[in-house]
């Protein structure tokens, strides 16, 4: 097994948490938020103020013996928009960017060659925005957002945001999931 891991943000982490649960080769799946202006640690309520640079992310740990990096990609453009500028949805703030964060500059070749074929592959009709930036300020979320879908499959974001992403995965990447 190769440990690695990468930092993405999607939109509310809630929402790439619970899908990258269920991805064959993830080990783990963290809530957190990074690439803020200080070095603090943030709370969520500051956060979501969305003046603190903060980023909701998930830092996703992964066997890259199992799953690549590109195919992780693959999962993440196909259940967040990527060409939305600070918001997912109906969630709106710099807190909600798209973003990839690495620690290794090989990971960032990676995600720049798999943005730019996206791109030249005419994929999208709007521009990509997603950053992709080392990441910086990692923190991990309070404990009650970590496991938030599987702890709250019933509360009403869950249940209108969150489930229909989980779906979408389990219908596009099938051969990809967790049995």
Request: proline residues 3%.
């Amino acid at each position: 097994m190769t440990a690695s891991f990468i930092t993405l943000g999607g939109g509310c982490f809630w929402c790439t948490e619970a899908v990258f649960q269920r991805v064959s080769g993830v080990t783990s799946v963290e809530s957190g938020y990074c690439n803020g202006l200080s070095a603090s640690r943030p709370t969520y309520e500051q956060v979501c103020r969305g003046d603190t640079g903060f980023n909701e992310v998930v830092r996703i740990s992964y066997d890259s013996d199992a799953i690549s990096l590109r195919q992780l990609l693959e999962i993440f453009f196909a259940v967040h928009d990527p060409t939305s500028l600070n918001r997912q949805g109906n969630d709106t703030g710099t807190q909600y960017r798209s973003g990839i964060y690495y620690s290794d500059k090989d990971d960032q070749v990676v995600a720049m060659q798999f943005i730019a074929e996206a791109t030249s592959m005419g994929h999208y009709d709007q521009h990509i925005v997603t950053e992709v930036l080392p990441l910086a300020h990692y923190w991990p979320a309070e404990d009650y957002h970590q496991n938030y879908f599987v702890n709250n499959p019933d509360q009403g974001y869950c249940t209108f945001v969150v489930a229909p992403k989980v779906r979408k995965l389990g219908q596009h990447f099938q051969e990809w999931l967790k049995s």
